[in-house]
């Protein structure tokens, strides 16, 4: 015996808020899609969970995908920084579509 | 409370707490490594939830190739000066608002869920079973993933070689 699935999802629920919070509170390109991976780790924690509470493999499956998804994500994402990187000189969001960066 | 039990509590402070811990790091590099942490931590939950080639994939994917490549991206770009305020003023008002409703919504869930379900019984899907069954039932969404991960790839390639617009010149390439 494990624990009530109710408690899994709290745990990726807490998980997928810190995300969430990290994706819209700051401004670097890098951090921004750090809170992606995170969120997507929390739709996979819960996934499995499902998988255990109802006895079948669909969930572990559907985790899986969320992975290879993420890989696919990360590396097509941090390629568009290098080359916004490339071509504004900087990874700030704030200060891609101006030339001097805006410090509110 | 079983030994399941315990090891799930500590699994989870374990992860909320370097989770915690990355998101609000004003270096970079440290807010990965502490990420590391947190993906070591589910991959042992998926262990604990009888998931062990998922737990395998969390390590080498995620801990081990996804992070390899933001320390890469981190230690290759200059970012001197950048993270002096973690939170913008203009920022920090919206994101706090947000998460404020989405952990309301998560409190409301919480406190109206009344069902009584009994705990998890543990059970363990052993990877030759979740192969079969993955190849089995999910053939064509594995073929659609592999196309993705090639179309990445691709991608990947044609945004690297464009080298953003500031092309050099041929002469300066040569050298």
Same mark, same amino acid.
């Given at each position: 015996?494990?624990?009530?699935?109710?408690?899994?999802?709290?745990?990726?629920?807490?998980? #997928?808020?810190?995300?969430?919070?990290?994706?819209?509170?700051?401004?670097?390109?890098?951090?921004?899609?750090? !809170?992606?991976?995170?969120?997507?780790?929390?739709?996979?924690?819960? #996934? *499995?969970?499902?998988?255990?509470?109802?006895?079948?493999?669909?969930?572990?499956?559907?985790?899986?995908?969320?992975?290879? +998804?993420?890989?696919?994500? +990360?590396?097509?994402?941090?390629?568009?920084?290098?080359?916004?990187?490339?071509?504004?000189?900087?990874?700030?969001? !704030?200060?891609?579509?101006?030339?001097?960066?805006?410090?509110? | 409370?079983?030994?399941?039990?315990?090891?799930? /509590?500590?699994?989870? +402070?374990?992860?909320?707490?370097?989770?915690?811990?990355?998101?609000?790091?004003?270096?970079?590099?440290?807010?990965?490594?502490?990420?590391?942490?947190?993906?070591?931590?589910?991959?042992?939950?998926?262990?604990?939830?009888?998931?062990?080639?998922?737990?395998?994939?969390?390590?080498?994917?995620?801990? !081990?190739?996804?992070?390899?490549? #933001?320390?890469?991206? +981190?230690?290759?770009?200059?970012?001197?000066?950048?993270?002096?305020?973690?939170?913008?003023?203009?920022?920090?008002?919206?994101? *706090?608002?947000?998460?404020?409703? /989405?952990?309301?919504?998560?409190?409301?869930?919480?406190?109206?869920?009344?069902?009584?379900?009994?705990?998890?019984?543990?059970?363990?899907?052993?990877?030759?079973?979740?192969?079969?069954?993955? #190849?089995?039932?999910?053939?064509?969404?594995?073929?659609?993933?592999?196309?993705?991960?090639?179309?990445?790839?691709?991608?990947?390639?044609?945004?690297?070689?464009?080298?953003?617009?500031?092309?050099?010149?041929?002469?300066? *390439?040569?050298?």
């Amino acid at each position: 015996m494990i624990v009530p699935y109710s408690q899994v999802l709290v745990l990726a629920g807490l998980l #997928f808020l810190m995300g969430m919070f990290c994706l819209l509170s700051r401004r670097n390109l890098i951090m921004m899609v750090l !809170g992606l991976e995170i969120m997507l780790n929390a739709s996979a924690v819960a #996934f *499995v969970g499902a998988a255990l509470r109802w006895q079948h493999l669909d969930g572990q499956a559907v985790a899986i995908f969320i992975i290879a +998804v993420a890989a696919a994500e +990360v590396s097509i994402g941090l390629g568009l920084i290098v080359w916004i990187y490339r071509r504004t000189g900087t990874v700030d969001a !704030g200060c891609i579509e101006s030339d001097a960066c805006r410090i509110d | 409370m079983t030994i399941y039990s315990t090891l799930f /509590y500590l699994l989870a +402070v374990l992860i909320l707490a370097s989770t915690a811990i990355a998101v609000t790091r004003r270096n970079m590099v440290h807010a990965v490594i502490y990420l590391v942490i947190s993906f070591f931590g589910s991959a042992l939950l998926f262990y604990l939830f009888g998931a062990p080639l998922l737990a395998a994939l969390e390590v080498i994917i995620y801990a !081990g190739a996804i992070m390899i490549l #933001f320390l890469f991206i +981190v230690m290759m770009l200059r970012m001197e000066g950048l993270e002096d305020r973690l939170f913008p003023l203009k920022q920090w008002l919206p994101a *706090v608002g947000v998460c404020f409703v /989405y952990g309301m919504v998560l409190v409301m869930l919480i406190v109206s869920d009344t069902t009584d379900a009994p705990p998890m019984p543990a059970a363990a899907a052993a990877p030759a079973t979740f192969g079969q069954f993955l #190849f089995q039932r999910h053939w064509l969404a594995i073929e659609i993933v592999s196309m993705l991960l090639l179309i990445a790839l691709v991608g990947v390639l044609r945004l690297g070689r464009d080298a953003g617009g500031k092309t050099r010149p041929e002469s300066e *390439v040569a050298q």
